[in-house]
């Protein structure tokens, strides 16, 4: 008898083994220590940091509870890994449901497990793998949903309250989540299903009313996203970029830049062929067809919308689930077509993307991921009583202080109302970490100071025709002793 394939276990395996290997290797950002030390505090400090924040608290109420037995960077992104290998399996799941062949499961996760995109995230300490999960527990549950029959019992059913409980979860979890919970109601449109779109607008307002506490301070989170999100109002350059994103990885080095969006223009291009080609042939998935669809195409296009009628907020971030709807297509070429080229080169050029853009992603060094751990040994190493260490933002004030927690520091806040004005002052109240108003108050007369910058940073100012003020003022009142780089951040030492 021949022995079947645990294709779904190797699967995983592989996910795992790209998820999870190296999870140490990679430098962290700003962004994955402002998790874990806003994490570290209680709850009610969580919740005055978050409120004051862009983001709703529950992926830090479970990064506060998961960091109690897996503490430090690789604990932390542990938390992350595992939830997308969850993911992995959701696809599965839902490809497989969608499209009734669990071939078209298994080639949409095998997609999954090598994408770069989720592989970034899942090694990111942020709420991304969350959102990911319940946005998926929620699609999830609405195609079982769409299939319920008993319309007397419909409310009560196991497929409606995980449609609750995943949409809450996923609002609970990012602000744009949202813009993921529409995509039933524009298949419900698109298959002329009234009662249905009904009885879903009926649950949408069930997960509001779960949802409702955290609504008293969702317009003062709203108003700092009008300032925390800088991106530009998209055009061609940014939809290229997303595209880009969705297959390999950016920024890529030099040629690879090019080959990356080469091969991820292919990967689109292709898939749309194809897809129309089994459009024709296979009539009974054109309802999986158009449902994968709409998951890659409408979180985008809404956002691409809004960013010219209020803000510009088009960043791949907020529309990961969209990604969902690229596997699921992916997947029933693959399986459907399994016996022609074009589900071939598929493969290969999604393989081909994974290769270049893997390596580069866990080596990558510079801006915002420098080599902080190495900086932070220095500075550790080489501090004493006398000497006061300034960073001059935040940008690397909190990631030197992930990686040397009994290192006493100072950080210089943001230009007030600027663009890089994010960390507001009771989220800095709720941490713990008050940044000083001007070098002058850092300094505080002491006889040496260290002054800790990114060399992105001084050339913006050298291409504006300036001299870092900061720099100026020091140099100014002290002289300047040594200076050190690690990768693009630079250390100066100052003396009286």
Not at 147 to 156: C, F, G, L, V
Not at 208 to 237: C, D, E, I, M, Y
Not at 411 to 432: R, V, W
Request: overall charge neutral; some cysteine.
């Amino acid at each position: 008898m021949k022995r079947k394939v645990p294709w779904l276990l190797l699967i995983f395996i592989l996910g795992a083994g790209l998820r999870l290997v190296f999870i140490d290797s990679r430098s962290i950002q700003y962004d994955d220590a402002f998790s874990m030390l806003l994490a570290d505090r209680s709850l009610p400090e969580i919740v005055r940091g978050t409120a004051a924040d862009t983001m709703p608290p529950l992926f830090y109420f479970l990064l506060h509870f998961w960091r109690r037995y897996f503490p430090g960077i690789a604990g932390s992104r542990l938390l992350s890994g595992l939830l997308s290998l969850f993911s992995i399996y959701l696809v599965y799941l839902l490809s497989s449901k969608v499209s009734g062949d669990k071939r078209v499961g298994l080639a949409a996760s095998f997609i999954m497990s090598i994408s770069p995109l989720q592989v970034y995230h899942a090694q990111d300490v942020r709420m991304y793998a969350l959102v990911l999960v319940f946005e998926l527990v929620y699609l999830y549950c609405f195609v079982l949903f769409d299939q319920i029959e008993d319309w007397h019992h419909w409310w009560r059913h196991p497929a409606t309250i995980g449609m609750v409980l995943g949409g809450a979860g996923a609002l609970y979890s990012h602000n744009l989540a949202g813009f993921g919970l529409i995509i039933p109601n524009l298949y419900l449109l698109i298959q002329l299903k009234w009662k249905k779109l009904g009885q879903l607008i009926g649950l949408q307002i069930a997960i509001l009313a779960l949802f409702a506490p955290w609504l008293v301070f969702l317009p003062g989170q709203l108003s700092k996203v009008q300032t925390a999100f800088w991106t530009p109002r998209p055009g061609l350059v940014e939809i290229i970029q997303a595209i880009t994103m969705f297959v390999a990885t950016l920024p890529l080095p030099g040629i690879w830049l090019w080959i990356g969006i080469l091969l991820s223009l292919q990967v689109f291009v292709l898939l749309g062929w194809e897809i129309i080609r089994l459009w024709q042939t296979e009539r009974d998935q054109r309802a999986a067809m158009i449902w994968f669809s709409i998951i890659l195409l409408a979180p985008p296009a809404v956002l691409f919308i809004l960013s010219y009628l209020i803000r510009p907020v088009f960043v791949p971030r907020g529309f990961l689930i969209s990604s969902i709807g690229l596997y699921g297509l992916a997947g029933l070429v693959i399986a459907k077509r399994w016996h022609q080229a074009g589900s071939k080169i598929l493969i290969g050029l999604c393989l081909s993307a994974a290769l270049i853009s893997l390596p580069y992603q866990q080596t990558f060094r510079e801006f915002p991921r420098s080599p902080f751990a190495e900086a932070a040994e220095y500075l550790r190493d080489s501090s004493s009583a006398d000497m006061v260490i300034v960073n001059d933002n935040k940008l690397s004030h909190l990631p030197l202080l992930i990686y040397a927690p009994d290192l006493t520091m100072k950080f210089l806040a943001d230009t007030p109302g600027s663009a890089n004005d994010t960390l507001a002052k009771n989220t800095q109240l709720a941490m713990g970490l008050i940044s000083e108003e001007s070098i002058q108050a850092a300094a505080d007369s002491t006889n040496k100071i260290r002054f800790v910058v990114f060399e992105k940073t001084v050339q913006e100012y050298q291409i504006a025709g300036q001299d870092h003020p900061v720099m100026t003022w020091l140099e100014a009142n002290y002289a300047l002793e040594g200076r050190i780089q690690f990768g693009d951040l630079e250390i100066f030492t100052y003396v009286r």
